[in-house]
């Protein structure tokens, strides 16, 4: 009884805290991924030719 309890509560926190989760992976995602552009040097290019790339770039 008391282990289905804490389970059940272990569930809606789960439940309760995942939109927190995701825009914490999102968030942590996005930073490693500025963080590997920017070792490789790319983040450069992307900032310095963002709005003029096109389709015809790639």
């Known amino acids: ?3 289905a309890q804490g389970l059940t509560r272990m569930l809606g926190l ?3 805290q995942r939109p927190a989760l995701m825009l914490y992976a999102e968030t942590f995602s996005l930073l490693g991924f500025a963080i590997g552009m ?3 040097g790319k983040l450069k290019d ?3 030719y963002g709005g003029q790339r096109g389709s015809m770039y790639y």
């Open 46 to 48: 992307i900032i310095t």
């Open 38 to 40: 920017l070792i490789t």
């Open 14 to 16: 789960v439940v309760y």
């Open 1 to 3: 009884m008391q282990s």
